[in-house]
């Protein structure tokens, strides 16, 4: 198919490159299939060492540019200077794109360097199945940029309550390989199951899973803007409170107010007297809950916590169970003090008890995270079927005018379809906003903006097929395919054997 090993190698970077472009900001979910259906061709007919080259290929033009908002972290905000921050990016993405290295040579000992039909339809969509999930678990795991999330406004996202986000990755790889058979084979069976299984998605999102319960619940979420760079500095603290409660003030009369990630610069028992006893008293007087993020020191430990609490008709504590490496928490603790990036501000955070008990906010079981818990689909799901409405509080503020604040909307948006329940997104400065039980964007705030965004979310029981289910069906729809791969296998086998 490609004479030269060098243009192979060309393909399979640019494929790489071009995968981020079915993501938000840009939402062109169709080139997730051409991507994964070009990363396929080139992996056909080489040796192994050719197929984890071009598997790493891919995997740098894929991060190298989905989560190139890393290099933003590093050096807007971490301090670093250009060339430190590029190096430190470009490890990272390295190390990233290695998995598809390993991927692509295994895949290649599997085949023996030629695939068939078989091989493409089954063996490869389930590899890269295996490798999203192994990117969302391995040392602590980054579920960013799977290519199911991408299809959110595509006729797959049909499939996302009933398999998971995971899942409809699985059928776009699935959608890829097919392509490439009539590309490579010109066999044209591949288009009726092409057909069809973008039909049932099709056919699958005007179905609804779940129900709605009690009456719309008024919602307004306080969108403070602090730039980052200002954010923990002790003089900054009396303005950021005094905007937030003037904000929240103009609101009482919504039934929900919700602050985003550490909106309070202080800890609990440090705001507790002369500023959260007081705003609770007016909250209980407006009969409004009001949930703003803020750190907790246990201070008989020492250890403090990243969290979420509500005032009004009681407090109470959600602490974020799932840090993120390198912003809640140094995991070498050596190399505090090397670089300024390894010393930020409130960078030792403990996790919270991981726990399956809800908090009852505004008369409804809330399902809460905080940042980028909500990437981890199976995290959020420990909350249901008893939540009602999910909350998301987080500060995108770190990674300015980058993707990754319209990225981990999006990931919101499939977290509300796969549980079928309205997810309110609250940000430091944008992206905030309201989305519906099916995914749907009903309200947004603009980035860098001071804002306050109300509007009314639906509570919602019942549940959808993965919420009933779980990863189980996917377990098994994959073991399936992978039996009938060696059942073909071990035919074709025999056959050339005779």
């Not at 997810?423 to 947004?444: E, F, H, M, P, Y």
Request: glycine fraction near 8%; proline fraction near 5%.
């Amino acid at each position: 198919m490609f004479k030269q090993p060098w243009s192979g190698n060309v393909i399979a970077l640019i494929a790489g490159g071009l995968l981020p472009l079915s993501f938000s900001p840009f939402h062109y979910y169709p080139v997730a299939v051409l991507s994964l259906a070009l990363l396929f061709s080139v992996w056909n007919n080489i040796t192994a060492k050719q197929a984890a080259l071009r598997g790493f290929l891919f995997g740098i033009g894929m991060f190298g540019v989905g989560i190139s908002w890393i290099y933003v972290a590093i050096h807007d905000f971490g301090q670093a200077n250009m060339a430190l921050a590029g190096l430190l990016t470009a490890l990272f993405v390295s190390f990233m794109a290695s998995y598809l290295a390993v991927l692509g040579w295994g895949i290649n000992r599997l085949s023996k360097g030629n695939l068939t039909a078989f091989d493409t339809v089954l063996l490869l969509p389930v590899a890269w199945l295996f490798f999203e999930w192994f990117k969302g678990w391995f040392l602590t795991g980054l579920p960013w940029l799977e290519v199911g999330a991408g299809q959110i406004d595509g006729p797959l996202s049909g499939y996302t309550p009933v398999i998971s986000v995971l899942g409809v990755s699985l059928l776009t790889a699935i959608s890829a390989g097919l392509l490439v058979i009539v590309w490579q084979k010109r066999q044209w069976w591949p288009i009726f199951a092409f057909t069809l299984i973008w039909a049932g998605g099709s056919l699958l999102k005007s179905q609804q899973w779940t129900y709605p319960v009690d009456d719309e619940i008024q919602v307004s979420v306080i969108q403070g803007n602090i730039p980052q760079a200002m954010k923990w500095d002790p003089e900054q603290l009396f303005k950021t409170l005094a905007l937030y409660q003037a904000r929240t003030e103009e609101n009482w009369d919504s039934d929900l107010i919700i602050w985003p990630e550490n909106a309070v610069t202080v800890f609990h028992h440090q705001a507790k007297e002369f500023f959260l006893d007081p705003l609770a008293i007016v909250a209980q007087e407006n009969e409004t809950e009001l949930v703003l993020g803020l750190p907790v020191l246990d201070q008989e430990t020492g250890h403090y916590y990243n969290s979420m609490m509500t005032l009004g008709e009681q407090e109470a504590f959600y602490y974020k169970s799932h840090l993120v490496p390198f912003g809640d928490y140094i995991p070498l603790e050596w190399l505090r003090g090397l670089i300024k990036f390894f010393d930020l501000p409130m960078s030792a955070f403990r996790p919270g008890p991981v726990s399956t008990s809800l908090l009852t906010i505004a008369g409804q079981p809330i399902g809460l995270s905080i940042c980028y818990e909500d990437t981890f689909s199976t995290e959020i799901l420990r909350g249901l079927p008893k939540a009602t409405v999910l909350i998301n509080a987080t500060n995108n503020s770190w990674y300015g005018d980058s993707f990754a604040p319209h990225q981990h909307l999006q990931i919101s948006q499939n977290r509300a379809l796969e549980m079928g329940r309205p997810l309110v997104r609250s940000t430091t400065n944008g992206i905030s906003a309201l989305i519906d039980s099916k995914g749907g964007l009903r309200k947004q705030t603009a980035q860098f903006e001071e804002a306050v965004m109300t509007g009314h979310i639906q509570p919602r029981q019942g549940k959808t097929p993965y919420v009933n289910w779980g990863q189980t069906p996917l377990l098994l729809l994959s073991l399936f395919m992978l039996v009938v791969w060696a059942y073909y296998r071990r035919i074709n086998k025999d056959n050339q054997a005779d």
